[in-house]
């Protein structure tokens, strides 16, 4: 079973930056792509970024033009460095790991926007 493990979330003020690490249990070449998504309560869980083994990004509209998702082959990693965030992206930000059709989901990792 893969097991994805995130990290990096937290309090932030708006305006501020996080960057989320997410580190599969298997070698990241093994994944057609790799993502975040997001879940804010009360709301569907929606695309905020992914990347593809040959390092094709797409982004979400939530968040375009304030994250970047980029992946480290050295270090079996995923990042998504978000930047100028918003009270509006608190939410429950999830790693996604996608082999052919099936998707294998981390735990999540919260990022709270407040001042």
């Known amino acids: 079973q893969v097991q994805l493990v995130e990290s990096g979330g937290g309090l932030v003020q708006p305006g501020g930056s996080l960057r989320l690490s997410c580190v599969p249990s298997?070698?990241?070449?093994?994944?057609?792509?790799m993502g975040w998504y997001r879940q804010a309560p009360g709301k569907q869980r929606e695309l905020v970024a992914t990347?593809?083994?040959?390092?094709?990004?797409m982004y979400g509209d939530s968040m375009k033009g304030r994250n970047t998702i980029s992946r480290d082959n050295a270090r079996n990693a995923v990042f998504l460095q978000m930047i100028d965030l918003k009270p509006e992206g608190t939410a429950v930000y999830y790693c996604?790991?996608?082999?052919?059709?099936?998707?294998?989901w981390g735990q999540g990792t919260q990022v709270a926007v407040s001042s």
């Open positions: 996604d790991a996608r082999i052919f059709s099936r998707d294998y």
């Open positions: 298997e070698n990241i070449f093994n994944f057609n792509a």
């Open positions: 990347i593809s083994l040959g390092g094709r990004t």
